[in-house]
Structures are given as C-alpha cells and as structure tokens.
C-alpha cells in the first residue's frame, strides 16, 4: 500500500498582518469617545446625519469610524442605516456610565503611544523614556489614569470584600490602601459595611485624585490619608487588611520584597494582605496580557516587570507572611492573600 503523506500546514503571513495593524481599534476607539459617539447614541439609534448634529465632527469621518466600529462589534448597524449601541459598548464606553472604559482608550494617544514609540530604544538601553514610577513624573500620568481603570479593580476590590465577609463584622476593620491612586480598593472594601476604616497612602500630588473620587462614591467620610512614596511614608501599625492593587509591578523586585516587608510590620496579627497584579507563569510563556504588561514596565519604568504567583508567594513568606493563595476574582488575574501570623 502506498504511504500517505502528510500535508504541511501552509504558512501565510495572515496573522502578522492583523498584527501590523492591531494598533487600529483603540485608536478608533479613543477617536470615537472624543468625538463623542458613543454618547451621542445613548437614548435611541441614530444615522450619521444625526450624530453629526449632535457631535459636530463631520459626515466623511463620522461614516468611517461608525462603520469600523460595526465591524468591532461594538456598534449595530440596522436596514436603515441607523447605528446603536451594542451592550459592551452601552456599559464600558458611554463617558458618564461608572464603568466606562472611554477615557482610557482616549488615553493611549496622548499618553501611550508616544512612550510605546520609544520601545526599540528602551530593549537596546533598558531605560525608559519616562518612569512613571518617579514622583517626579508618575502623579501627572497616574491622576489621569487611576479613574479610568477603576472598571478593572472595581469588581475584583468587591469580590474581596465578600471572600472577607466584611458584611458581616461586629467590629471595626481598618484597611490600609497602599498606593491608594484612585482609591477603588478601599471603596469597594467600604461600601461592604459601615464599620470599614480606610487609610490611603500615596505621593502628596495623588491625594487629591483620591480624595474626589472617595467623595463621588460617597464614603469620603470613612477615608483618611498618609503622604509619601511607600517606601519612606510612615505606615502605622494594627492594620486588619492592606491591599496593594497593581502596584508591585512598576516598583520591580527589590522595592516590591521592601514594601511587602514594611507591610507585614503594618498588620497586625491574623491581618490579611491582598495583592492584585498581572500574573504570568513560572516559565514566562503565558498569559499574554501579563506578558505584554511586562513590556509597559519596559517602556514606563526603571526596574518594573510582571512576576509570577511563585515569586511573590517566596516574597511574602520571606517578610514573614504565612498561608499564602489566590482567590479567583474579576480582572487580568487572580488575587493573592496572605496572612500575618
């Protein structure tokens, strides 16, 4: 009988070439939330005569974007030629909606891109244009940033909450927010029961970030605050909690293992720490998303990377920490706890 041969999968250049322009659909994306598209079709679908009179941007370029944006699935387009929301974008990318991710995609123009351009510099020289982990840069980027990613916290910060039970406390739980940016742990933390006491740490130019949206969320009275970069600002002690909501990534091993120490002094015995970051795996293959962030702390900081759940868990145990796993909750990856004994 004649041998069968087995085909070659035919190599094509398909996939590179969705990779040349993947740079496309947040800018789209950002054009439409500034030209205010997305709000403009909140109450009803519309044509692109319509959102041209409401928008003020022109026909051509509304045409294109809406269009493009059809193709993204993030708008319907009916017989009419009438265009709607569809229930990613309803929720995430309509400006006043408290989860919208709008902003954000505004931001990868003005912030992004232009320290992304300077990647192939920042692989030869391993400096980063701007580290945004320098008080002297960081709080003009981070008072920008930190409300527009409060959608990718939020639910994550209140399923900690609930894993904690603080709903059903007797007594006073007082949590330590280190790096506090826009202070989404400890609202979320807070808004689980009256008895929540919330410190937030951060550089003296975030507080008033922090403090604005403590105010929207209307816990603003349950908040008070501590100055400082995290290695050098005086913590306290006798804390229930301390959560650090992706902050180890931009400090890099040496300040994360310091910072984790000076917590542990922080708890007081039988405390928790909670920790959110981008995890990848112990071969560095894997997960994507955490692979890429460790390009952004390329671009964006002196010494920051993405770790693994095995080195932070040798960290914590190192500063003392005992007990240490993941709770599965919303976002890039699971949480981590950990107990002070």
């Known amino acids: 009988m004649p041998r069968k041969t087995s085909k070659k999968k ?3 250049p398909e996939r590179l070439m969705q990779f040349a322009s993947a ?3 947040p800018l789209i994306i950002g054009a439409a939330a500034t030209n205010k598209v997305f709000d403009s079709l909140q109450n009803g679908s519309k044509t692109v005569q319509q959102v041209k009179n409401k928008t003020g941007a022109s026909e051509r370029g509304l045409r294109a974007i809406m269009n493009a944006l059809v193709g993204l699935e993030l708008l319907k387009k009916d017989r009419q030629g009438k265009y709607s929301l569809t229930p990613e974008s309803e929720n995430f990318l309509v400006t006043d909606k408290p989860g919208s991710l709008a902003g954000l995609f505004a931001m990868v123009k ?5 320290d992304w351009l300077h990647l192939g510099e920042a692989v030869k020289t391993s400096a980063p244009p701007v580290a945004l982990n320098l008080q002297a840069h960081g709080p003009q980027f981070f008072s920008v940033l930190v409300e527009h990613i409060i959608p990718m916290s939020y639910p994550a910060a209140t399923a900690l909450g609930q894993a904690l039970r603080l709903a059903k406390k007797r007594d006073a739980v ?9 202070g989404i742990w400890g609202i979320a933390l807070a808004q689980q029961s009256p008895l929540i ?15 604005r949206i403590t105010q929207k ?8 605050y501590i100055e400082g970069d995290v290695l050098e600002a005086d913590f306290g002690n006798g804390y229930d909690i301390a959560t650090l909501g992706h902050i180890l990534h931009t400090e890099g091993e040496e300040r994360s293992r310091k910072l984790l120490a000076k917590t542990f002094r922080a708890l007081k015995s039988g405390g928790i720490i909670a920790i959110a970051e981008w995890l990848v795996n112990d071969d560095r293959t894997g997960p994507l998303n955490g692979l890429i962030f460790a390009v952004n702390m390329l671009v964006h900081s002196e010494r920051g990377d993405t770790f693994s759940f095995s080195e932070i868990k040798r960290w914590l145990e190192e500063a003392g920490f005992k007990k240490v796993r993941k709770l599965q909750a919303p976002g890039p990856s699971p949480l981590i706890f950990a107990t002070k004994p």
């Not at 007082?174 to 826009?182: E, F, M, Q, Y």
């Not at 969320?217 to 008070?224: I, L």
């Open 23 to 25: 740079y496309t659909p």
């Open 174 to 182: 007082r949590v330590l927010d280190v790096a506090a940016g826009s």
């Open 110 to 114: 003005s912030h992004h891109i232009p």
């Open 217 to 224: 969320f209307g816990v603003a009275d349950r908040f008070s």
């Open 10 to 12: 035919q190599v094509t």
């Open 197 to 211: 006491r919330v410190t937030a740490q951060d550089w003296p130019e975030m507080i008033p970030t922090t403090k």
